[in-house]
Structure formats: structure tokens, C-alpha cells
């Protein structure tokens, strides 16, 4: 103890250096760091970046963990009410030479609760230490800070907000986090306990990939639960609002694929929700069937106990999906489940109603064989969906809208997974899905696009 003391008094009475720094909007700063303050990387621009992307008035933010203060003090200047804590007496100490008073800059880590009198908050932001820490120009102080907790970040702050009632109710959480096991885990938790999440924006750096994660409370789960009908496609009322979900315990007459009867079970499950409307949206219709494939993915991730994947895009469930909207399983993938989406008018408001259905048994019919979709019952599924359908369509006061190119790209590692090119006809055709717009799926040969709609 009494070295790491010491090794903390020389760090702190030594010059400080000059960084340079791009922020989120590309613009360099110069900014002089004590040694004993870990100074803004790539990992600040990344969360300066998604903090820059907010759909909303300034209101009241915090900043957890704020360093030197930079990304603070960049949100006070476009008129934020800021807090920010960190439990470096030296980080304080330089924020507020550097920064001044105009921002309340309070020591103490999270679970001290320096900031709770000054709350709720609107927005809460954290960049918790996933680059390499520079052990060089820090103190032990510094480094402890930068040792990964026994609790991940994510439910770190989930829980603190649950205990102290510290986000406003249109609030939301942005997090820097990394692709790992313990992200998805904790991303999967946090969906338990009444939360959904959306990347914001990400990177790559050396081989690592970080995101800002956004998190906020979803659509309230109140489904609408009736014994048998012929489709919940039919009980959703025209003027649902978004959000809403019927559900049934069978369903005996739901269409699937090409106009065919989908034959329920006891056991299997049927929902329908309203995704979108009234207003107008700018999703294209393939961008319609690959969001909700994608939901339903990440769903069975959380249901399963893979965790749920935000930043790596790779799915890890033994769901699969085959273009457009049929859900898969087993080493030669077959049908399981299925997904149909109607759009409804009602004078000028068009809304978009998603049904699912999914089998919890196998069968037969017509002499095809459905498979059942996993051995496990799939009650408790349906508020996984819902969650997950928050996640990629709900429209938040505050939250930037999906990253669609991102959410693409999620689409086409699921669809390798599942083979929607054989393995023999991609060998024959030498093709690689690459492209898929309003008249479907394309690949490249090496020469041509080819359509890949008479191969699927």
C-alpha cells in the first residue's frame, strides 16, 4: 500500500502532456492531461460520436467515469445540464481547471452517489476502460479504476438505476462496450430485467470491436391473450398503437408461405404486434423482413441463453433464417417457424403488423415435414420478441433511429449461417450473396451480378 502511495505522489507531481485528440465530429483538440488521468482515445470519440446523434432537446446528462472532462464539457456547450463523477480525485481536479465551473464535476464512483441529488437524468453516459490502459503515464490510483469490475458495466449501471430511481422516464443509457461473451450476457440480463438495446455506432480497433449501446425501458409487455382464433393477424384492432401484441394459445386457420394454412398446435406460438405507424416510415419493404428476421434472431439468443449480440453481428442461436421470412433449424435447415407482415391503412396512417408463428412440436402435414423449432417449451418467448422488436423498431424521444447498414449486415451472417446459397451451388456458382434492394437478392460470380431468387 504504502509503495502504490508513493508511486501515486511522484505520478501526480510530474508535467502532464499535450494530447491530441479527434472528437465526434472530427475536429482536433489539444488537450494537457495530468499523469495521472487517463486521457480521451478512440473510445471517447466513439461515445462523442453517438452523444452527437441524439434526437432531442438538451436536458439533464451525466457522465460516468468523465477523465479529463472533455466529453462533458462538449455537451454543456450545446446546452446540457451537466454532472460528472469519477473516483480520480486528480481526473476531477483537472476537469474542473480545464472546464471551469459551468459543469458540476463531483468525486466519487457510481455506487457512492455523488450525482443523485442532482437527478434524474435524462441521458447517462459511460465509457468504462476497454482499450489498453497506457501503464506508462498513470498512477495506481488510475489503474485500479481501469480494472475490469466483477459486475459488468452494463448491469452496473442498469442496476444503480433501478435502486436510485435516477433516469427520467424518457431517459436512456449509452454505454461504450465490447464484443465479447460478458457484453452479450450482460446485454441478455439487462433484457430480463425490462430493458432493450440498440447500437448506436461502432468500430474496430486492432482486432477489437466496440459499440455505443443505448438502453432504455421498451413498450410496456401487456399482450392481448385469447384461447384459439383463426389468426392473430386478425385481433390486432386497426388502430393499434405501437407496441401492442395479441397472442393466442392456437391458432387454427394462419396463413404462412404463398397462402398456405400454418396448422397450430398446442404448444407452438402465435403473436402479433404493431411494429410501426402511424406515420410514415422509411424502411423499404426487404429492410421490413430482414428488421423483424433479425428481432426474432436476437430473441431466441436472449431465450436460449446465448446472450444477445450488438456489436459483433454473429449469431449465436441454432435459429436460422431463410430469405425472406422463414425461421430454420437442424444441419440441413427446415422450416420451424414463420414470419408474415400486412400493412394496414386506416384513412392516412399505414401501420405494419408482424405475425409470427412458431412450431413447439414437429408435424406433418401434406406429407412435409415441419420441425419443431428447440425441445424446450417456448413459454416466457413472446416478451423476448417483444423486447427485441423494441430494440430495432421502437421510436424513443431520445434514442437516434437503428444503424440499417449495420442492421444488413447482421441479416447476411445469419443467412450464411443457414446456408441460403447451398454450399454445393456456391462451389458450382462461385457466388457470394452481396446485395440485397426492393427486387431481392443478388450475388456477384466474379464478373456479373447474378439474381439469386431461382437458387434460394
Not at 122 to 130: E, K, L, M, Q, T
Not at 331 to 345: F, Q, S
Request: proline share 6%.
Amino acid at each position: 500500500m504504502g509503495d502504490s502511495i508513493q508511486r501515486e505522489i511522484e505520478f501526480s507531481q510530474q508535467r502532464g502532456s499535450k494530447i491530441e485528440w479527434i472528437d465526434g465530429e472530427g475536429l482536433l483538440q489539444i488537450i494537457e492531461v495530468p499523469r495521472t488521468v487517463y486521457p480521451p482515445r478512440e473510445d471517447s470519440t466513439l461515445l462523442h460520436r453517438a452523444l452527437l446523434r441524439l434526437e432531442c432537446p438538451p436536458g439533464r446528462f451525466l457522465e460516468i467515469g468523465c477523465g479529463t472532462g472533455v466529453i462533458s464539457q462538449s455537451m454543456a456547450k450545446i446546452g446540457w445540464e451537466v454532472v460528472a463523477i469519477d473516483p480520480n480525485p486528480f481526473a476531477v481536479a483537472c476537469a474542473r481547471s480545464l472546464h471551469g465551473p459551468a459543469m458540476k464535476i463531483l468525486e466519487g464512483a457510481l455506487e457512492e452517489g455523488p450525482h443523485l441529488e442532482h437527478g434524474p437524468f435524462d441521458v447517462i453516459a459511460w465509457n468504462p476502460p476497454y482499450l489498453e490502459p497506457i501503464t506508462e503515464r498513470l498512477g495506481p490510483m488510475e489503474e485500479a479504476a481501469l480494472t475490469r469490475p466483477e459486475i459488468h458495466p452494463i448491469l452496473h449501471a442498469t442496476n444503480h438505476v433501478k435502486e436510485n430511481n435516477c433516469l427520467s422516464e424518457d431517459g436512456c443509457i449509452i454505454i461504450i462496450a465490447s464484443d465479447d461473451a460478458a457484453t452479450r450476457q450482460a446485454l441478455s440480463q439487462a433484457d430480463r430485467e425490462g430493458w432493450c438495446s440498440r447500437r448506436i455506432i461502432g468500430h474496430s480497433r486492432g482486432g477489437e470491436r466496440l459499440a455505443a449501446v443505448c438502453m432504455w425501458h421498451p413498450w410496456r409487455y401487456e399482450p392481448i391473450r385469447i384461447k384459439e382464433t383463426e389468426s392473430t393477424m386478425d385481433e390486432l384492432p386497426v388502430d393499434s398503437k405501437c407496441g401492442q401484441v395479441v397472442i393466442a394459445d392456437i391458432q387454427t386457420g394462419g396463413r404462412g408461405r404463398k397462402g398456405n394454412n400454418w396448422i397450430g398446435e398446442k404448444g407452438d406460438f402465435f403473436g402479433t404486434w404493431c411494429i410501426t405507424g402511424p406515420e410514415k416510415i422509411r424502411l423499404t419493404t426487404p429492410d421490413l423482413h430482414i428488421l423483424t428476421v433479425t428481432a426474432v434472431l436476437e430473441a431466441f439468443q436472449a431465450f436460449t441463453g446465448k446472450g444477445i449480440d450488438r456489436i459483433g453481428w454473429q449469431p449465436r442461436s441454432d435459429v436460422g433464417v431463410r430469405w425472406p421470412n422463414d425461421l430454420v433449424s437442424g444441419e440441413e435447415p427446415v422450416k420451424c417457424g414463420g414470419l408474415l407482415i400486412h400493412a394496414r391503412t386506416s384513412g392516412n396512417n399505414v401501420r405494419v403488423h408482424l405475425g409470427i408463428g412458431i412450431n413447439g412440436s414437429d408435424r406433418t402435414v401434406d406429407d412435409i415435414h415441419h420441425r419443431q423449432i428447440m425441445e424446450d417449451s417456448l413459454e416466457g418467448l413472446g416478451e423476448r420478441i417483444h423486447n427485441a422488436l423494441a430494440g430495432w423498431f421502437m421510436k424513443h424521444p431520445r434514442v437516434p433511429e437503428p444503424d440499417i447498414d449495420a442492421m444488413r449486415r447482421t441479416w447476411w451472417a445469419a443467412s450464411r449461417k443457414v446456408r441460403v446459397i447451398s454450399e454445393k451451388r456456391r462451389n458450382e456458382m462461385n457466388v457470394n450473396a452481396v446485395l440485397l434492394n426492393e427486387s431481392g437478392l443478388h450475388g456477384w460470380d466474379g464478373e456479373s451480378m447474378v439474381d439469386l431468387s431461382d437458387i434460394i
